[in-house]
T-cell receptor, first 110, second 117 residues
């Protein structure tokens, strides 16, 4: 399973795009990159995942570099409710188990 | 539809007692995972079920921990002779059958907060 590295914390102004980086230089060819977030006192919430191509859904966009060694999660218009810990996870396990790191604490400020 | 549910939401127990934590996955989800989150620690994987079998128990911290799943649905995590270091939030997640081809989203329950006095 790929080890991921994320900044410990980030701030973002409300209404602006939040760009959360993740390094996963040890990722292998068949490993997906997953993003989850955890809002205080709640269970983690799935955001998005991708393999090679950039992905977009109603919550966010995921940009994966061509060499797949890093990715960026983009929340296009951050709101106060997006304040959470964001986890970038790479997993090639045959079981799908998620190996969480410490994540990035995103603070959206008014 | 209903999401993943867990019970109890909170459990306070005395050191040395046994506890049972329950997880009701989303109907139709064959994969079920248990994780725990200790204060100041990240989320750590405990055990994975595919149907009623547990092909990956690698995260269980000791033989005091066990889990079972019946009918391909409800799962119970049992901790025997609880210790203070077992205090944590225990989270359950379920998903459609996992496949490397495509990846799959896990849906998490709200967790059970266990406090061992």
């Amino acid at each position: 399973d790929a080890k991921t590295t994320q900044p410990t914390s980030m701030d973002c102004a409300e209404g602006r795009a939040a760009n959360l980086p993740c390094n996963h230089s040890t990722i292998s060819g068949n490993e997906y990159v997953y993003w989850y977030r955890q809002i205080h006192s709640q269970g983690p919430q799935y955001i998005i995942h991708g393999l090679k191509n950039n992905e977009t859904n109603e919550m966010a966009s995921l940009i994966i570099t061509e060499d797949r060694k890093s990715s960026t999660l983009i929340l296009p218009h951050a709101t106060l409710r997006d304040t959470a810990v964001y986890y970038c996870i790479g997993s090639s396990s045959n079981t799908g188990k998620l190996i969480f790191g410490q994540g990035t604490t995103l603070q959206v400020k008014p | 539809g209903a999401g993943v549910s867990q019970s109890p939401s909170n459990k306070v127990t005395e050191k040395g007692k046994d506890v049972e934590l329950r997880c009701d996955p989303i109907s139709g989800h064959t994969a079920l995972y248990w994780y725990r989150q200790s204060l100041g620690q990240g989320l750590e994987f405990l055990i994975y079920f595919q149907g009623n079998s547990a092909p990956d128990k690698s995260g269980l911290p000791s033989d005091r921990f066990s889990a079972e799943r019946t009918g391909g649905s409800v799962s119970t995590l049992t901790i025997q002779r609880t210790q203070q270091e077992d205090s944590a939030v225990y989270l359950c997640a379920s998903s459609l059958s996992y496949s490397l081809a495509g990846g799959v989203e896990q849906f998490f329950g709200p967790g059970t907060r266990l406090t061992v006095l």
